[in-house]
Nanobody, 121 residues
Framework: QVQLAESGGGLVQAGGSLRLACVAS????????MGWYRQAPGKQRELVAL???????AYADSVKGRFTISRDSAKNTVFLQMNSLKPEDTAVYYC???????????????WGQGTQVTVSS
């Protein structure tokens, strides 16, 4: 079994900051990449940021310069530091990991339950 557990969401005023964390636990053999997606009401889920096992990163244009993704590989944990938050950042944020579980033949995607981020104007 593999689980992703997010934490750190909440309510913040525009211009404020939040830090999300996600821990992958269970029978994990290797992790390829970890990342964050978000889904606002009435919209499709979209990629926010991703970090590879080698430390490479990618960001949505809408968050570049404001959000920073990082990871603690030893603890299978990924973080998302969100600064200068805007009301349009309001969404449920989901942790994602492409990993191979112990005994598995190929890697696959796993998802967390999601954490609500609400930015008030």
């Amino acid at each position: 079994q593999v689980q992703l557990a997010e934490s750190g969401g909440g309510l913040v005023q525009a211009g404020g900051s939040l830090r999300l964390a996600c821990v992958a636990s269970g029978s994990i053999f290797s992790i390829n990449h970890m990342g964050w997606y978000r889904q606002a009401p009435g919209k499709q889920r979209e990629l926010v940021a991703l970090i590879t096992s080698g430390g490479g990163t990618a960001y949505a244009d809408s968050v570049k310069g404001r959000f920073t993704i990082s990871r603690d590989s030893a603890k299978n944990t990924v973080f998302l530091q969100m600064n200068s938050l805007k009301p349009e950042d309001t969404a449920v944020y989901y942790c994602n990991s492409n990993l191979r579980r112990t005994g598995g033949l190929v890697p696959r995607d796993y998802w967390g339950q999601g954490t609500q981020v609400t930015v008030s104007s």
